[in-house]
């Protein structure tokens, strides 16, 4: 790691305009985080076309950083207060959370979670400065073979290993491929899939199915869903937790970091697996494990140290091997492709001022993170009083505006309802968007890396498995492949054994008779 370029980051970060969009970032993250339904990828989709007018690129990629990591904070809030996950990553927290609430222990809940939060977090920045120059000059040996290999990889693991049925992200993820061929072929020029429309010979811009299927799609569905269905917040005391709660959160914040930080830099991984993981853990751990679900303050600080552990090491793909995690990676991804940057290995030497600011900017604004998530609690519970109708219209007005003004184009605005009501179709039948998105964003990678590939290979496919690396990675591919295959067949293997079983048994009493 070089130390001087580590330290010119905090320089980059400590300039007024960079520190004011970083505090708007996390407050906003906070904002949306509080607000179930609508997410960071939603709104950071929302924002990208801020960044296109950004006059610092730095800046804008801070702030959107800011929304994703404060996110996880904010989804903490509706969690234990309202039993409503204001994040998919703060969904087991509603486990604890709410039942800690009722006990008149809401405060206390927030506050280990707000402390576990930051530690998980500060861990994993401490991990991302370490490992990421790392991970970055390894990555400099990487060639068309080995990205066709790891996106494909990426794209695989986003729909196997995420929540959901995995049948449908496969079908999502290949829809998904499919439209990111549409346009001019980047190799011969022939028009693919724009059935004559001038408008497609450019292709789908990201922006637009990105803002269809989060922003409007979201909007939509949660008018639906929160319709008619009032909620009063839980009241909030004893925001401090005691020490006796500290000693008891404590090795639940320390494993809950551990296991965030390692299933955050997977694809497919991210922060909802990663508390998923940490909440097992600590019921596995716990001597009494009852007590889970009626109020363990470990079921609060092990997932949420997790979910901020994942959120931040999440961005060592995106930033040194130029692969996002997951959707909300995706939109970071895009949003460094609209200023001029591309992610990959080259990024450290190329721009040590954006790669090191943006890691260094996570010390300061999760520090601020922990300074406003206390005492902004009781403005976002007043905030989860406002109704959806009002606040739909005001949300879905700023998309439209923000895909007019990317290419002033009216087409672009009926793409991204079509997105929408795709999106509202999709969230509606148990189709999840994000393994859609990441397949739309890493298609063309593939396509491109695939089609070098084989000129370097001069058509021969075996060029992939002979060279170590992708090679290596494909071996992963089929274990990916392979697992849910494998795990389907033994579940249906278990029940004829216990009936074969229990037949035998039945047939032993009989005899006995």
Request: hydrophobic letters at 55%; aromatic letters at 8%; a negative charge.
């Given at each position: 790691m070089d130390l001087s370029a580590f330290l010119d980051g905090f320089g980059v970060v400590t300039q007024p305009g960079n520190l004011l969009y970083c505090l708007i970032g996390v407050v906003v993250g906070m904002l949306i985080g509080v607000l179930p339904g609508l997410g960071p990828a939603a709104t950071m989709a929302i924002l990208l076309p801020v960044v296109y007018s950004a006059h610092d690129p730095v800046a804008a990629i801070i702030m959107l950083a800011g929304i994703y990591y404060g996110a996880q904070y904010g989804g903490t809030i509706t969690s234990v207060l309202l039993r409503i996950p204001g994040e998919?990553?703060?969904v087991v927290t509603v486990f604890d959370g709410f039942a800690l609430a009722k006990q008149g222990k809401a405060g206390t809940a927030l506050g280990i979670a707000a402390i576990g939060s930051f530690i998980g977090a500060t861990i994993s920045i401490i991990g991302l400065t370490l490992l990421?120059?790392?991970?970055?000059e390894f990555a400099l040996d990487f060639g068309p073979p080995e990205y066709a290999a790891l996106a494909?990889?990426?794209?695989?693991l986003v729909a196997t290993i995420g929540n959901g049925n995995t049948v449908k992200a496969l079908a999502a993820a290949a829809v998904g491929l499919l439209l990111a061929t549409v346009g001019s072929d980047s190799f011969t020029s022939a028009d693919r899939f724009t059935?004559?429309?001038?408008?497609?010979?450019?292709?789908?811009?990201?922006?637009?199915?990105?803002?269809?299927?989060f922003g409007v799609g979201e909007i939509l569905y949660n008018l639906e869903e929160r319709h008619g269905k009032p909620h009063v917040p839980a009241a909030i005391a004893n925001i401090w937790p005691s020490r006796k709660d500290l000693k008891e959160a404590g090795p639940a914040i320390g494993r809950g970091s551990v296991i965030g930080f390692v299933l955050g830099v997977l694809p497919g991984g991210g922060a909802v697996m990663a508390s998923l993981a940490a909440y097992a853990a600590e019921k596995r751990v716990a001597k009494?494990?009852?007590?889970f679900g009626r109020g363990a303050i470990e079921g609060v600080a092990g997932p949420e140290s997790a979910n901020n552990a994942a959120a931040t090491?999440?961005?060592?793909?995106?930033?040194?091997?130029g692969i996002p995690a997951n959707a909300s990676m995706a939109m970071l991804y895009a949003a460094l492709l609209v200023v001029g940057v591309t992610p990959g290995p080259q990024l450290i030497d190329e721009r040590p001022d954006l790669f090191w600011g943006v890691v260094n900017s996570m010390y300061i604004g999760n520090l601020i993170l922990l300074l406003l998530s206390i005492p902004l609690v009781g403005v976002f519970v007043k905030i989860l009083r406002v109704r959806p109708a009002i606040l739909a219209p005001i949300t879905a007005l700023i998309t439209i505006l923000g895909v007019y003004t990317i290419r002033n184009s009216v087409f672009d605005i009926f793409l991204m309802i079509f997105f929408g009501v795709v999106g509202y179709l999709m969230k509606k039948t148990g189709f999840e968007p994000g393994p859609m998105v990441l397949a739309f964003v890493l298609g063309s990678l593939i396509e491109s890396s695939f089609r070098r590939s084989m000129l370097i290979f001069?058509?021969?496919?075996?060029?992939?498995?002979?060279?170590?690396?992708?090679?290596?990675?494909?071996?992963?591919?089929?274990?990916?492949?392979?697992?849910?295959?494998?795990?389907k067949a033994f579940r249906r293997s278990t029940p004829a054994t216990d009936t074969a079983t229990d037949t035998e048994t039945v047939q032993r009493e009989d005899s006995l008779r």
């Open positions: 998919a990553s703060s990421g120059p790392v991970v970055a494909l990889l990426g794209v695989l059935f004559g429309s001038l408008n497609l010979e450019d292709g789908i811009d990201f922006v637009v199915v990105a803002m269809g299927l009494k494990p009852e007590r090491s999440s961005f060592i793909p995106l930033l040194t091997i001069e058509g021969d496919a075996t060029g992939f498995v002979t060279r170590p690396i992708s090679g290596t990675i494909l071996a992963f591919v089929v274990v990916v492949i392979a697992f849910p295959l494998i795990k």
